[in-house]
């Protein structure tokens, strides 16, 4: 059979099978089947979750029946803590993680449409669920912080850990790179920046004057992509977690019904309209409109660029020098142009994690070796020129002491981390009224100590 015609009968027996389960999940007569502490588990909860991990692709190991009874059990304990501690989601990376989830199914099923026709629900009504799903996803995470927080790991542990793993059983580095990068930032027109002021008056008047709402102007026009699906609403941050020029404007607002003096932040240019206040919070709704790069600026800046990084390579001043001097990223300016990994806590990189504009620019260099510059965008979404040196290349292999460390002391805490979880939920097990109905307890749980 040809393999495209076979890729679409796959994808259409999967939605006709997720539609038949669904049909039998909505029509489901239900009962309560387990009972953790005074929350309830029905049937069709099971059902429910059955049926999403069969449309995302998740295999169960066993009888789904015995697992997803038990996780949800596992799920009800963590919850469970989060009362006692106090413990709320942020309703800004819920929302973040809501617009993820719906943006792969559009991608992957076709549009909004075809979503709601797949999952029998109207687009409201799933990202009501996904944000219930993502809700009490974060909550058992901080949960689950909170338990292994004091974990801490030796040098000794993990060498007493891998002392009698066998070579070819530890773990496998694949190849890292250590990279330093010099960008400069194309000067925009004044014109260009009075072009975007005057879109943004716009905006407020139309707001002010009652033409449009705030809202509808932002899902329209922001160009910061992921608030602008929720109508420019960032959610409920404090203070820290926003950039401080628009922290300052955003916290002295008092009236929801008027917009903001236009500020200028490293995004762009920002108006801002308040929702609500909450303690040391505030919820509000922005539009970003970035000044675009002309043409020729970034020409400029790509020639400059050039010129300067064969200054460096006929030795007039190093790369290291340079960085502190004309690098307008402030990110690595202070460390001699060297990226930094938040997710190894380290300067190593491999390909795959760096920047896609600086793995291709790097990708055939030699160690020492600087690139030609390349136009890249930013973290703060803003296009920017480059020049970036491969200060070191560390070869795929067998992880050891000396190089990886790091590495290594991560596996160990892993395991430490997932034995001190499984304590406490065999403490909480012995502590917590559980009731199995009859007809689900032949099972072989992770945790016997259900039944009791």
Not at 21 to 36: F, H, K, P, R, S
Not at 434 to 441: A, F, P, S, T, Y
Request: overall charge negative.
């Amino acid at each position: 059979m040809n393999l495209r015609i076979m890729k679409y009968l796959l994808a259409f027996l999967s939605i006709v099978n997720g539609q038949a389960l669904m049909a039998q999940v909505n029509n489901v007569i239900d009962e309560v089947i387990w009972v953790v502490g005074d929350e309830p588990i029905l049937r069709s909860d099971v059902e429910q979750a059955r049926l999403e991990a069969m449309q995302s692709g998740q295999r169960i190991e066993g009888d789904p029946y015995c697992v997803i009874p038990e996780q949800l059990a596992i799920q009800k304990l963590f919850l469970h803590q989060a009362t006692i501690d106090s413990i709320t989601a942020s309703e800004a990376e819920v929302q973040a993680n809501v617009d993820r989830q719906v943006d792969f199914y559009v991608q992957n099923i076709g549009s909004k449409e075809k979503v709601e026709e797949y999952f029998g629900k109207t687009m409201t009504q799933i990202r009501e669920q996904l944000a219930n799903m993502a809700r009490d996803n974060n909550i058992v995470g901080q949960v689950r912080q909170n338990i292994v927080k004091d974990i801490k790991v030796t040098p000794a542990q993990v060498r007493r850990y891998f002392k009698d793993v066998p070579e070819d059983s530890l773990p496998f580095i694949p190849t890292q790179v250590e990279v330093q990068i010099i960008v400069r930032e194309p000067r925009i027109e004044p014109q260009e920046i009075q072009r975007v002021k005057d879109e943004l008056r716009d905006y407020t008047e139309r707001v002010n004057t009652g033409q449009t709402p705030f809202s509808t102007l932002a899902l329209l026009y922001s160009e910061d992509p992921e608030s602008a699906k929720r109508r420019g609403e960032l959610g409920f941050l404090g203070r820290g977690e926003l950039v401080p020029e628009f922290a300052n404007v955003a916290f002295n607002l008092t009236d929801t019904k008027t917009v903001s003096k236009i500020v200028e932040s490293e995004f762009g240019f920002h108006i801002i309209q308040l929702i609500e206040k909450r303690g040391d919070k505030i919820n509000c709704r922005h539009i970003l409109k970035k000044p675009k790069v002309s043409e020729e600026a970034l020409t400029q800046c790509i020639t400059d660029l050039d010129s300067i990084s064969n200054e460096i390579r006929r030795g007039l001043y190093t790369f290291e020098t340079s960085t502190s001097i004309i690098s307008s990223d402030k990110d690595t300016r202070n460390n001699h142009g060297l990226m930094w990994n938040p997710q190894t806590a380290s300067a190593r990189f491999e390909m795959k994690d760096l920047p896609p504009a600086v793995a291709k620019a790097v990708a055939n260099l030699k160690i020492g070796e600087i690139s030609e510059p390349f136009v890249m965008v930013n973290n703060k979404g803003k296009e920017v020129v480059a020049i970036a040196k491969l200060k070191n290349k560390i070869p795929g292999h067998r992880a050891n002491m000396a190089d990886d460390y790091q590495e290594m002391q991560d596996v160990v805490l892993e395991k430490l981390y997932e034995e001190r979880i499984e304590e406490w939920i065999r403490d909480m097990q012995r502590t917590t009224y559980v009731r199995i109905n009859e007809d689900w307890k032949n099972c072989e749980f992770k945790y016997p100590g259900w039944i009791k």
